[in-house]
């Protein structure tokens, strides 16, 4: 066992917190590092990459209080040929370490690559996917990241091929419980019909055991086909498909597949029926209920152009109790209701929102329903305004705020009276449906003055705020803002007096470095337990350690001296009153 112990300063202990899954060496390196100012976020964004190339498409994918990482497109290396780029930022704005300033190179294959989007493996690596031309035709390939931003150990320079059968079309990606991911595709290799194929694919990016090499089929049709994705909660996902039964009509039905690759009980090899008066010119969404089922929301033609329905399935593949059998209307006011996007409340319920015509123009309204299928106490019956500005406004994105509420944003023109350049706005409403304190009516602009951009993605911080990402119109530079809950630009948090970093590496097939900080001179101590709660190693006893820095390594070995078992472990630290522990995993 290994131990590290290098005092610093309050502020560098502030930074360190947030870097990513330290290891002797860049632990060393940050301590030697001078301290910098710890909130690095610009009122006007940060840009991804400094460098004048194109920029147009983003995704965030986020992990909670450790900061965000962001994937894009870019030409950077041709003018007509787009590559793939990683950044991490930590909740400060500033780059995470060991992350150079405009990115890591994901993929630079000839061909072009797009459609980049990113789930975050148990251990904190960040798994990219994308399509892919460098055969001549489109595929799916995928790498991975550590969280320091070197591409994990046995992954290829340009990423692993994941379906190349024949053309593919929208793609997704979500994270398993074991440390990688499922990949989700169209396949129209057999054009006119249409298949939804399911890969799920091991830490070292072979296809899991019992996986066909081409994907699993989840669903075929000959009159096309959609399908978007999520984790169920329990190690699977959840597939929402739409199936176009005629040029107005469809049917949405959602599919639950376990790890094994096999259909969950209970759940109909077709899928489970939502509805079929689903518009299938419209966005509508899927998330997981925490209990294994299913949340989703679509827009509904059954009474008029659009009205926003939603429903709850259960884990074993069932219409909720309380629920209608074809959906719980949440907004059927006059006009058009539009482009669902939906959150979790964090009780078992939905935050819903959508874009609204009923005033003439296009607002933003949003609903809450409880996990009881009952509308949320303090929330208008047709939906709580979230923005009702001159002109036009279009929903973009949702993001819970961890307390029922969700973080709204959306591209508005009501700065623009020919209507064609937006600015993007974004809005918090609390868990009962009122607007966030310090936040304006109407919503907080993300770009001062009369600059144009488009907002393109949002996810949660864990502080109840949002990182947000646009595109400018006129040189399409791409950035990224933290907004706090109190709707301005995110100070940094308060430091904690005890810090746990993601044990490094994980999975380890021989020595685990747990990495921790202490904000303050103090008793601390350390070990590692199994599944049962059982102490496997006393990596180090109770006592007084200095404030800054500590790198603990375990060598696989319990207290006697014996090579611990492959399987789920826990680094537990603790210091005062504070107990933080990490999961990880030890292979052969």
């Not at 899928?271 to 209920?289: E, Q």
Request: net charge negative.
């Amino acid at each position: 066992m290994t131990q590290l112990s290098t005092p610093q300063g309050d502020g560098r202990v502030a930074r360190l917190r947030h870097a990513a899954s330290l290891g002797l060496a860049a632990a060393v390196a940050v301590l030697m590092a001078p301290a910098q100012s710890l909130s690095d976020w610009s009122p006007q964004g940060n840009r991804l990459s400094t460098l004048s190339s194109y920029q147009p498409e983003t995704f965030l994918s986020c992990r909670d209080r450790d900061g965000v990482f962001v994937v894009w497109t870019e030409r950077r290396n041709s003018p007509l040929q787009h590559d793939i780029y990683a950044q991490r930022f930590t909740p400060f704005g500033d780059v995470a370490l060991g992350w150079p300033n405009n990115g890591v190179l994901v993929c630079g294959a000839r061909g072009e690559q797009d459609g980049p989007s990113a789930a975050i493996a148990t251990g904190g690596d960040l798994i990219v996917e994308w399509r892919d031309g460098r055969s001549g035709r489109a595929a799916i390939y995928a790498q991975r990241l550590d969280a320091g931003g070197g591409i994990a150990a046995g992954w290829p320079a340009d990423g692993i091929a994941i379906a190349t059968r024949g053309p593919v079309w929208a793609s997704s990606i979500v994270s398993d419980d074991e440390g990688a991911a499922f990949f989700s595709w169209l396949d129209v290799a057999d054009d006119p019909r249409v298949s939804v194929r399911l890969q799920h694919l091991s830490a070292n990016g072979l296809v899991a055991s019992g996986w066909p090499d081409t994907g699993l089929v989840v669903a075929v049709s000959d009159s096309g086909l959609t399908s978007i994705a999520c984790e169920d909660g329990q190690g699977g996902v959840l597939l929402s498909v739409l199936s176009f039964t005629s040029f107005t009509g469809s049917r949405l039905s959602c599919h639950r597949i376990l790890a094994s690759g096999e259909v969950a009980p209970g759940w109909p090899a077709a899928g489970v029926v939502a509805t079929s008066t689903c518009d299938i010119f419209n966005t509508r969404t899927v998330l997981p209920s925490g209990d294994g089922g299913a949340l989703l929301a679509w827009q509904d033609t059954r009474n008029d152009e659009g009205d926003i329905y939603v429903t709850r399935l259960t884990h074993s593949g069932t219409v909720a109790p309380e629920w209608p059998a074809e959906g719980l209307p949440t907004c059927t006011a006059s006009g058009v209701q539009t482009s669902p996007q939906a959150c979790s409340d964090r009780s078992g319920g939905i935050v819903v929102a959508w874009s609204d015509s009923r005033s003439g123009g296009y607002d933003i309204y949003a609903g809450r329903v409880t996990a009881a299928g009952a509308l949320s106490p303090g929330w208008p019956t047709e939906g709580a305004v979230v923005c009702a500005a001159l002109r036009l406004q279009f929903l973009t994105g949702i993001a819970d705020d961890g307390t029922g509420g969700a973080v709204v944003v959306w591209a508005d023109y009501r700065d623009d009276p020919a209507e064609t350049l937006p600015r993007p706005y974004a809005q918090r409403v609390r868990g009962d449906g009122a607007v966030a304190d310090g936040w304006p009516v109407n919503g907080l602009a993300l770009i001062p003055g009369s600059e144009n951009a488009k907002p393109q993605r949002v996810v949660s911080d864990g502080e109840s705020g949002a990182y947000i990402t646009w595109a400018d119109f006129y040189l399409s530079r791409a950035y990224i803002q933290r907004v706090g809950a109190g709707g301005n630009v995110a100070p940094p948090p308060p430091a904690a007096s005890l810090v746990l970093y993601p044990a490094n590496p994980n999975p380890s097939t021989g020595t685990v470095n747990i990495t921790f900080v202490l904000r303050n001179h103090g008793v601390a101590a350390a070990t590692v337990l199994d599944t049962g709660g059982r102490r496997v190693r006393q990596l180090m006893r109770p006592e007084a350690q200095d404030a800054g820095a500590h790198v603990l390594t375990w060598d696989g070995k319990d207290d006697e001296g014996r090579q611990a078992r492959p399987g789920i472990y826990f680094a537990r630290v603790t210091a005062g009153d504070s107990r933080l522990t990490e999961r990880f995993a030890m292979i052969r």
